[in-house]
């Protein structure tokens, strides 16, 4: 492998992320209708409730990863996951009434109500029309704070106050008529995860927002109204590729249904990262971190890796696997991992061996085109020809370079590449 190889499959990766991510248009779109939706529902009366409604969003589309969906093989809408929590005591309500009051305000809307799709299980789904060929869902989940002794239960595991203090109840549709609460933290793990990129989000926010800001004057008046938001870091790219590459590998396979979620490649990857400048470098660092972890499904053979890396994946003594969601370790993201002989286990660990084949180990092919091939398969030819435009050297540059000739980057030469 050359370096200007590996350079220039750096600024493939690059590009492909920003193909899988949400344009800067359709992002402000997006936050101009969830805008409308939570003060059109703050606005609304509710009994008990003293004090302002908090509105806010959750999931891919707060922390910077979302990848436009697969469904049966296609593109489909984004979600938006819009969180709704009601000052209320989770004592002086259910999650029944609470869940019921959130829709029927959303009915007194005329368009909303037009809109509005079939109870879920834990939210109200706004189907919007496409525009551009492009449609979003927006998910709005109806909760209260968590009880004092819930969070207080948080604290004495080690969760930190002001984290275990942004802990929420959240309505859950059991069956029909049959309501529970479930306890989560958007907010918290929000703030965990801003906190594992922020010293790398601070070296490349400007250029990013420069950068975005020249190819977005229609959208932003100065470089000052580019949110930050739509600033990336490798963390967050890496992300992106790897949800991505995980809905095309299982796409149609016999172990689709327990493929990895997203929620787990995100913890993963977040904890794997060491803050590396480049999206090659942090995909490699967590596919062979995590890779080491395969050993587990041997519960018989002693662990011979680093034991640090149990604390991203463990399995105890009965065979149960562990991944613990950062901000509440009562909650386990792998906690079906052990049904079903390890399937689910056994689905994850084959799709970290695709993706050190299809990602990392790849540019040992050292043949622009066998790489190309490999990421179309991937991705899609025509994500892979928008990604790799421009970016590939020529078959004589890099013949030149495996003969030791230096290349020079003519548009940039202080940088190998740049975004």
């Not at 080690?158 to 802990?167: E, H, M, N, V």
């Not at 926010?205 to 490798?234: G, H, M, S």
């Not at 660990?349 to 092919?365: A, G, H, M, N, Y």
Request: net charge neutral; proline share 5%; charged share 25%.
């Amino acid at each position: 492998m050359t370096v200007e190889l590996r350079q220039n499959y750096n600024k493939v990766l690059e590009n492909l992320a920003v193909e899988l991510d949400i344009s800067p248009s359709k992002y402000q779109q997006a936050v101009q209708r969830y805008t409308s939706v939570g003060n059109w529902i703050a606005d609304g009366e509710y009994d008990g409730v003293q004090g302002e409604l908090h509105i806010y969003t959750q999931g891919s589309f707060r922390l910077g990863t979302v990848v436009r969906p697969l469904k049966e093989g296609a593109e489909s809408d984004y979600d938006i996951d819009l969180v709704c929590e009601i000052p209320l005591k989770k004592s002086s309500t259910t999650p029944a009434s609470l869940k019921k009051s959130i829709g029927e305000r959303i009915k007194e809307n005329a368009m909303y109500q037009k809109m509005l799709d079939k109870e879920k299980k834990r939210c109200w789904t706004l189907n919007y029309a496409e525009q551009d060929g492009i449609g979003f869902h927006l998910d709005i989940l109806p909760s209260v704070p968590e009880s004092v002794d819930l969070i207080a239960d948080l604290i004495g595991h080690g969760i930190p106050g002001d984290i275990a203090k942004k802990s929420i109840s959240i309505t859950n549709r059991e069956r029909e008529n049959v309501y529970s609460w479930s306890s989560s933290n958007p907010n918290g793990y929000a703030e965990w995860f801003e906190t594992i990129k922020r010293p790398v989000f601070e070296k490349m926010k400007i250029v990013q927002k420069q950068y975005i800001f020249e190819n977005n004057k229609a959208i932003f008046n100065q470089i000052d109204e580019v949110p930050d938001q739509l600033v990336k870091t490798p963390l967050q790219r890496a992300i992106q590729i790897l949800k991505r590459h995980r809905d095309v590998r299982f796409a149609g396979h016999e172990w689709e249904a327990d493929k990895p979620i997203s929620m787990i490649i995100t913890t993963l990857s977040a904890r794997a990262y060491q803050h590396e400048m480049d999206l090659y470098s942090t995909i490699k660092n967590i596919v062979e971190k995590l890779s080491t972890l395969e050993q587990l499904l041997n519960p018989g053979i002693k662990f011979s890796g680093d034991i640090s890396m149990l604390q991203l994946i463990n399995r105890n003594k009965d065979g149960y696997w562990i991944i613990p969601n950062p901000v509440n370790p009562a909650e386990n993201f792998a906690d079906r991992w052990h049904e079903k002989g390890n399937r689910k286990a056994k689905a994850f660990f084959q799709w970290i061996t695709w993706v050190k084949e299809d990602l990392v180990d790849i540019l040992q092919l050292s043949d622009v085109g066998k790489i190309t091939k490999t990421l179309e398969q991937r991705f899609g030819e025509r994500i892979v020809s928008k990604a790799t435009q421009g970016v590939w050297l020529s078959m004589s540059e890099i013949a030149a370079a495996n003969a030791g000739i230096p290349h020079i980057d003519i548009d940039n030469p202080s940088k190998p590449w740049s975004y």
